[in-house]
């Protein structure tokens, strides 16, 4: 489906949305989990999630680190908002990742599952995708709230260390016990 609506967000913003607190909640409660391991790509220290143990930042660069996850936290599911021009080659690097270390990842995408990229990325790969029922509003790189809303539909994609396929999962914003 092709985006009718032109996005109002600054080229070099792009890729500096925040993640909703909203989002962050549903995601913890949907996996049963009270943190993230790693929050893996905050922009600096002063925008990185509050529930992840630790973080990468983008001068880290994650994309060519292997510490996407701590050893002994029990939790061992990482978290990524992607940088939205890199979002496949966040996802290409967590399923390395996953597979490396049997851990897992908790990606934040844009929900195109019939566009070629999806299936060139997704399909194939093992995850479970949380489908949520409306759109979430991401926060300016000042973490102030939009004016308007991403104009595409977002998921969320577990990337699992077992076998499953992909898997998906509806689920309701704000209402995940």
Not at 37 to 47: A, L, P
Not at 92 to 101: G, L, P, R, T
Not at 107 to 117: G, Q, S
């Amino acid at each position: 489906m092709a985006i009718l609506n032109k996005s109002q967000t600054e080229k070099q913003n792009k890729d500096y949305w925040r993640t909703s607190e909203l989002l962050i909640n549903d995601a913890l409660k949907l996996l049963n989990i009270k943190s993230f391991d790693t929050d893996v790509c905050c922009s600096n220290e002063s925008v990185k999630i509050n529930n992840a143990t630790c973080y990468i930042t983008e001068s880290d660069n994650a994309l060519e680190s292997n510490l996407w996850f701590l050893s002994g936290n029990p939790s061992n599911t990482s978290f990524c908002n992607p940088p939205f021009s890199k979002k496949w080659e966040f996802f290409q690097k967590a399923v390395e990742q996953v597979n490396k270390w049997k851990n897992q990842v908790l990606m934040v995408l844009p929900y195109t599952p019939v566009t070629k990229a999806w299936h060139d990325n997704i399909h194939g790969q093992n995850c479970i995708i949380y489908v949520p029922d409306g759109r979430y509003q991401y926060l300016l790189p000042n973490g102030k709230k939009s004016a308007n809303s991403c104009n595409f539909e977002t998921c969320l994609v577990l990337i699992v260390p077992f076998k499953c396929g992909n898997v998906i999962i509806n689920y309701k914003r704000g209402y995940c016990d």
